[in-house]
């Protein structure tokens, strides 16, 4: 079976005890044979023995001890322990040992067990009803020994009943309800274990599905952000042609103008280098680009991202704060796309009735905030699946910052700043 497919459920075999576990089962062991010492000793000082008499103390405690040490390695070998158990409980009865009380118990336990860790399913049912007949059978001996027998008196019998039915009903009843219940509790704790791994199995693929999806989404932005680069890039190669061009055609005819054209193709190619370096660790597959001939995007742009939010019902603000001035066009790229994620957001997931959108020329950094009044935005919730994931990718591209979570009064706020140097 390949990792990706799904187990075969109806064949599930429960894993074996951990070494956790086992310490548990002799833990239960010690108590089940610290309490038949216990009861022991108080049938004894009574005199109140199940079956009227009862052999030696010694005797009665080694019976105790070899009900209920079987126990100890119950979740190992829970069909031996079943056995053991079932053949030791029929031989304490029939040795009429004081005590009932502890070995019904031991007993209850290996039923229970081999119901709930016994790996072969048809060897734990089976095994189980076999026991169960042996028990009944047994219990069957018991009261033709007793019809048979002399009668005792019921004197205090007052009851609809026959006394003799009545006690012999009582028995059987007793005792189904007591097989039924270590029977039908066994089977629970192994159909709860194997829902249990079920639910940890699909926790698992889903949380694979999701480092899939989230990769699949940061490589698909990754994408768009080497494309748009790109068309930042090639913009300046470009007029670096175009003024290389223009310079090689007169340079021997007029130095002056050559030389100015050069010095537009180094100050072209120190620009372009520093945008280009935005695009280490970024692979672009096979383009799907946008249409061809489109205005690339920038701060220009901005008031037509607003005022389709405002079409959408939003009351939105834009406010420029500080000197405007030129920046890489690579970042203005970036800070348009960061401003059109968030107000995405802010229509389509943040219930927000009002936005403010800030552009800030600071001295050495351009910070665009978007902020409302909704009930904020979780990551990854956003019109293309990925939301914040897609705007740390891109602000990382130019070494910039990212702030993004609830405002302190109501909202959300998306702050990123993008280091400049012009």
Do not use: C
């Not at 009843?173 to 249990?196: H, I, M, Q, T």
């Not at 999701?210 to 994408?223: H, K, L, M």
């Not at 704060?321 to 796309?337: D, I, K, M, Q, T």
């Amino acid at each position: 079976m390949g990792s990706g497919a799904e187990p075969e459920w109806d064949r599930w075999v429960r894993p074996r005890p951990t070494v956790a576990q086992q310490r548990h089962d002799v833990l239960i062991a010690l108590a089940v044979l610290t309490g038949a010492v216990v009861v022991i000793l108080l049938v004894n000082s009574a005199g109140i023995f199940t079956f009227g008499s009862a052999p030696p103390m010694l005797e009665q405690l080694a019976w105790g001890f070899a009900v209920s040490a079987p126990l100890a390695v119950r979740r190992r070998f829970p069909l031996a322990v079943l056995l053991v158990v079932g053949a030791l409980y029929i031989a304490a009865q029939a040795r009429q040992t004081g005590d009932n009380l502890v070995p019904s118990i031991a007993l209850f336990l290996a039923v229970y067990t081999s119901g709930a860790w016994e790996r072969n399913r048809t060897v734990a049912r089976w095994s189980r009803i076999a026991v169960i007949v042996a028990m009944f059978t047994w219990l069957g001996v018991g009261v033709i020994r007793y019809l048979a027998g002399p009668q005792e008196p019921f004197e205090d019998a007052v009851g609809p009943f026959d006394p003799v039915i009545a006690a012999v009903l009582y028995n059987v009843v007793f005792n189904l309800l007591y097989f039924l219940s270590a029977y039908f509790f066994g089977d629970a704790a192994w159909e709860s274990a194997r829902r249990r791994v079920q639910l940890e199995h699909r926790a698992e693929q889903l949380r694979r599905s999701q480092e899939d999806s989230t990769r699949g989404a940061i490589i698909a932005e990754r994408v768009r952000i080497a494309r748009d680069l790109h068309d930042v890039v090639a913009h300046h190669v470009s007029v670096m042609g175009v003024q290389a061009g223009a310079a090689r055609r007169v340079l021997e005819t007029d130095p002056a103008l050559a030389s100015a054209a050069l010095r537009t193709v180094e100050e072209t190619a120190r620009t372009a280098i520093g945008e280009l370096r935005g695009l280490l660790g970024v692979l672009r597959a096979e383009a799907d680009g946008e249409p061809p001939g489109e205005t690339p995007a920038g701060l220009d742009q901005l008031p037509e991202l607003v005022l389709r939010a405002r079409t959408a019902g939003i009351e939105v603000e834009h406010g420029i704060f500080g000197e405007p001035r030129p920046v890489p066009n690579a970042v203005a790229l970036s800070a348009y796309r960061v401003v059109q994620e968030a107000l995405t957001n802010v229509v389509k997931h943040a219930r927000a009735r009002r936005a403010e959108v800030r552009v800030r020329y600071l001295d050495a950094a351009l910070e665009v905030e978007v902020t409302d009044d909704g009930q904020g935005v979780l990551e990854g919730g956003s019109t293309n699946g990925f939301g914040l994931l897609g705007m740390r990718e891109r602000i990382a591209v130019h070494g910039g910052e990212l702030e993004a979570g609830p405002r302190r009064d109501a909202g959300y706020r998306v702050r990123a700043t993008f280091p400049t140097h012009t």
